[in-house]
């Protein structure tokens, strides 16, 4: 019986409890996105606000510096954001297998999940990932990263203030909103807040969503 199979066996509700943890800091994140959303959305009911900010839930969680060309991005950058839109999967991430170190995911899912966002022109490196308040150790041998069974929350949420369409480009004018600014009320609702930030991001429509092409920030000036 190999290792992974008695540590579950023996430790299995710590797994399940740090297996809820995660999960519930992913519900945390979907329902401030959705409240963002909802204030918004009366604006233009024909546009899909929800498939554009759950495509860049990461994209803005990372935080990255202005791309103004998504093959020249930072590699380490790109990585996180792949990893982390990932595992909001909940079908694939309940097909891993769980350790007393964490959840263990294939490096092979990574890399299909790097070339749905980024296209086939953005080369990809594996290596250890380090955001915020987080850490996703990668085994070169294994090809796999382990993470931790702790809770995820970006520090950012995307806010979709405009869509304009040209061609197959999209560019969204997207306001950062800090997730630890939302009040929750005692009865569970959001309160409103304004975005700390905005940034212009272009997409590209292809047949199974979309590619980051840029994120370029957008200066105190042009959104007041």
């Known amino acids: 019986m190999s290792e992974v199979v008695k540590v579950k066996k023996r430790k299995r509700w710590p797994f399940l409890i740090g297996l809820l943890v995660l999960s519930l800091a992913i519900t945390g994140v979907v329902s401030i996105v959705d409240f963002a959303l909802d204030e918004f959305s009366a604006k233009e009911e ?27 991005a930072d590699k380490s950058t790109l990585l996180n954001i792949a990893l982390c839109t990932l595992l909001t999967d909940g079908v694939k991430t309940g097909e891993y297998n769980v350790t007393e170190k964490g959840l263990i995911v294939p490096a092979a899912d990574v890399e299909a999940y790097h070339l749905k966002m980024f296209g086939a022109d953005v080369s990809m490196i594996h290596a250890s990932v380090i955001g915020y308040g987080y850490e ?56 409103a807040t304004q975005p700390d930030k905005y940034a212009d991001i272009t997409l590209k429509e292809t047949e199974t969503g979309y590619n980051l092409i840029s994120l370029i920030t957008v200066t105190k000036g042009e959104y007041q």
């Open 136 to 191: 996703f150790i990668y085994d070169a041998k294994t090809k796999t990263y382990t993470v931790p069974l702790t809770g995820v929350t970006p520090p950012f949420t995307a806010r979709i203030e405009s869509v304009e369409k040209t061609g197959g480009l999209v560019v969204l004018r997207v306001g950062y909103v800090g997730t630890n600014s939302v009040e929750v009320s005692p009865d569970g609702t959001l309160s």
């Open 46 to 72: 024909e546009v899909d606000y929800t498939e554009y900010a759950d495509f860049l839930t990461w994209v803005v969680g990372v935080d990255p510096d202005p791309i103004s060309d998504i093959t020249k």
